[in-house]
């Protein structure tokens, strides 16, 4: 089963990727494509074999780093509609959660035509280029972001909650510092 969980280390160390990755292993669990906030958090995906290993896993845990947040990746998404979407997608971005944002934005993506479903995909695009950016793989993320960037011409400045304008603006200046930085749209 897959999981995913991000963790604020209560003492930060360089050793504490290798710590979470040995206590997984303890559990019968593999820890794996670590990403990093721009706030210092650790996200990572978890395959254990139940949610019980799972969470004895999170729980050992506690000492070392405080659970952010945990989610069952093995749980189908309810459905939603557009406008609901469109809100987690926001949210989800905004909170630096940029793989889920990319999952929730593919479920609107699928929906769309035309001109729409061509900025969806390079919203899509917006969250893998940060993924990236939090794996450490700026090259690929600055070459992803600079794809994305043809797919943000839109006529509207907003398009359901998501600040189009913003999410380009932001997108052309890390392209032009080649640096990342987070804002919210």
Not at 48 to 61: G, K, N, R
Not at 120 to 141: N, R, T, Y
Not at 146 to 152: D, K, P, S, T
Request: with cysteine; glycine share 6%.
């Amino acid at each position: 089963m897959r999981f995913l969980i991000r963790l604020k280390e209560r003492d930060p160390q360089e050793s504490f990727l290798g710590t979470v990755r040995a206590l997984a292993r303890e559990f019968g669990a593999e820890a794996k494509n670590p990403k990093r906030t721009s706030y210092g958090a650790l996200e990572l995906d978890v395959f254990a074999p139940s949610p019980p290993d799972f969470e004895l896993f999170v729980a050992s845990l506690e000492p070392l780093a405080e659970p952010e947040f945990t989610k069952d990746l093995s749980v189908p998404l309810p459905f939603r509609d557009e406008a609901e979407l469109f809100s987690e997608a926001r949210s989800l971005f905004n909170a630096e959660r940029y793989w889920e944002c990319h999952e929730v934005l593919e479920g609107a993506w699928r929906t769309k035509e035309g001109d729409e479903r061509r900025l969806v995909q390079g919203m899509i695009l917006v969250c893998a280029a940060f993924v990236h950016h939090q794996k450490g793989e700026d090259p690929v993320a600055l070459g992803i972001l600079q794809r994305a960037i043809r797919q943000l011409d839109f006529s509207r400045a907003s398009f359901g909650e998501f600040r189009v304008d913003s999410l380009r603006t932001n997108s052309e200046q890390i392209l032009v510092g080649q640096k990342f930085f987070c804002f919210s749209i």
